[in-house]
């Protein structure tokens, strides 16, 4: 491919001789990540904390106050607060060796924090400052985990308008349990299987408000390269299929949907460095129309074809989050206990 022609169809920022990891273009020029109306620079260096450290640093939010919150799963700060500019704030926690899932949500003017700890097997809702509301176990009640050998590691939550939220078990049973506001048990749906309406990874899972009339439940199938929607009461509607992408938990904002990529590969083989991530953006048909650190989405026939890695971008891209002026942050798992990556929106 020629170098302008690769320009044009990756995208980024090397700017006072900083070079993107991994990447070593020999000049000083700008770089351009994603295509059509979803493209972006890297900001190099957004993230200077000093000696703050991380390990995997699974995922970010935004609170309202236009705060960015990310969580790691070093135990000298699970939490760590920055602003935009990537200015430290403050950090806290060191009770969550399996931090994974963060979620936030405002209650009555407070906002608080979910966290999923695939290591403690628990869901922890917390104050901003570290309180803790309440912390919830396997959900035994649902009648779901009581069989010899039942394994429960909740990976994500999500919450809907009225204060009742979802837990999604994506690396234990596979069931999604739904609680009210107050963490009682109100159903469970899913399991593991290769049906329609069960799963075989739910790892991710988000509340799409997109169609007012017609809210829905985004669910991540990782190992299906799949994205199922389900009614808010657990009832299966549809499928969304992609290619070769490992797809992380859909971030919904605006009309499209945000989803970090682990790796871009057929079959993952966790033991083969060179097949990296990237970032996948949905369009409000949730057609794939934009890749950071891959080729753009393509389709034949109504059917995505594979995206290739074409750029050494990332490692394990794990979660994206979009702030108020539609830049993303990039946080990542098993990438060399890196912070998170800011891109710049361009277009």
């Excluded at 640093?57 to 960015?68: A, F, N, T, Y």
């Excluded at 050998?149 to 939220?165: A, H, I, K, Q, R």
């Excluded at 069931?175 to 299987?193: A, C, D, M, P, Q």
């Excluded at 808010?232 to 919904?252: A, E, M």
Aim: proline share 3%.
């Amino acid at each position: 491919m020629e170098r302008r022609s690769f320009l044009k169809n990756t995208a980024g920022t090397l700017a006072g001789g900083l070079l993107i990891p991994n990447i070593n273009f020999g000049a000083q020029e700008e770089i351009i990540f994603g295509q059509g109306k979803h493209q972006y620079k890297l900001i190099p260096q957004w993230a200077d904390f000093g000696k703050i450290p991380v390990n995997d640093c699974h995922e970010m939010v935004m609170d309202s106050k236009g705060r960015l919150i990310f969580n790691t799963n070093e135990l000298k700060n699970n939490i760590i607060i920055c602003d935009k500019k990537g200015k430290f704030i403050k950090s806290w926690g060191t009770e969550f060796p399996g931090a994974h899932g963060l979620t936030i949500f405002n209650e009555n003017g407070e906002d608080v924090l979910f966290i999923t700890d695939t290591v403690r097997k628990q869901v922890f809702k917390m104050t901003l400052d570290g309180k803790l509301i309440f912390k919830l176990n396997a959900p035994l009640d649902a009648n779901k985990y009581l069989y010899d050998g039942c394994y429960y590691s909740p990976t994500e939550t999500t919450v809907l308008p009225n204060g009742d939220f979802y837990v999604a078990d994506g690396y234990g049973e596979q069931y999604i349990t739904i609680y009210n506001h107050k963490g009682e048990i109100k159903s469970v749906f899913g399991g593991n299987g290769e049906e329609d309406a069960k799963f075989t990874q739910c790892h991710g899972i988000a509340y799409d408000n997109r169609d007012k009339a017609n809210p829905c439940l985004l669910i991540t199938d990782r190992k299906k390269h799949q994205l199922k929607r389900f009614s808010l009461d657990g009832k299966y509607l549809s499928t969304i299929q992609f290619s070769n992408i490992w797809n992380c938990r859909p971030v919904v904002k605006g009309e499209n949907v945000y989803m970090a990529v682990l790796k871009c590969s057929a079959d993952l083989d966790w033991k083969d460095d060179r097949i990296k991530g990237s970032v996948l953006i949905l369009d409000k048909n949730n057609k794939a129309v934009s890749a950071i650190g891959s080729t753009q989405p393509e389709y034949k026939n109504d059917k995505m074809q594979q995206v290739v890695q074409n750029l050494d971008l990332f490692q394990f891209p794990h979660d994206v989050c979009v702030d108020d002026e539609e830049n993303l942050y990039v946080t990542q798992w098993n990438s060399g206990k890196v912070y998170p990556f800011k891109f710049q929106k361009v277009s």
